[in-house]
């Protein structure tokens, strides 16, 4: 059986595991994304993560890697990443074959490589061709079509999360974490949700009141319906563009899936023809925490 390692590469931390043929993550290792002398640079740090592991795992050849931004379309440097800009302009890969010149380097969004973690192993069948949506800290997109990334003209195509929504902001502003802990304290202020279970907890963020919505608090539900009507008028755009009319959702946030997929729907179903609503399709993605890493693996699936 072929084992893979899948990188998922963040601001925080490098997650770095070994996953084989049949879908089963046999080990995982975090290092923290900022534990390096300050005069190392990022890359040489996680050269140095990623030979760790290679030495633990000789015979592993295969590598994949998630990264947070664009790149270009040869998938070898690096050009926008917001949350490590000191790989902006990074030929990555070249570092990485020197480094390591018997191994094999895919690089790609992490959105995208997410997306296609789905399509290898989320455990059933899903569809050959399917809009995958992250919700987390951010909104990312990926599109699959035929079991392969959707890339766009340049490589960097389907950043759902940039694209325009409600107020002249981007969908991420609105619905990822700082536009819903805005939308919270803004409707705490509020007379009318004074009763709400949020004032009472602490270090409260998007996962506490996901959580809180699920028990039926009124001012968590609030929040998330809003962000299902703003992810629905979005979908509505991304779906004509690209006739696809399976959407997954993932990312840290899909566990509000249950609050957010009514008004979605609503938005959809007042916004598209029958065409495409007779065919509509949202499930939740099955990856969970380990999207990152399966993704990147699946990478290695790529010829």
Known sequence: MEKFFGIDIGGTNIKIGVVNTDGEMEQKV???SKDRPEDMTFADHFVNCLRNEVNNYPGIKKVGIGVPGTMSKDRSTLLELPNLPTL??????EILQSNFPEHIFHLENDANAAALGEYYFAGEKVPENYIFITLGTGVGGGVIIEHDIFKGGDGNGVEIGHMLSKNGKTLEENIGKMGIMKRAKKLMDKKKYSDSVLHNIEALDPKKIAKEGLKGDKLALKIYKEVG???GENLVSTIRLLDIKNIIIGGGLAASYDIIIDPCMKALMKNLTDY???????????????????????LCYLK
């Open 88 to 93: 902006c302009g990074v030929n990555l890969l």
């Open 30 to 32: 975090k290092y923290g």
């Open 276 to 298: 495409y609503v007779k065919d509509i399709s949202i499930t939740k993605a099955h990856l969970g925490n380990n999207a990152g890493i399966m993704g990147a693996a699946s």
């Open 229 to 231: 009507k703003l992810l």
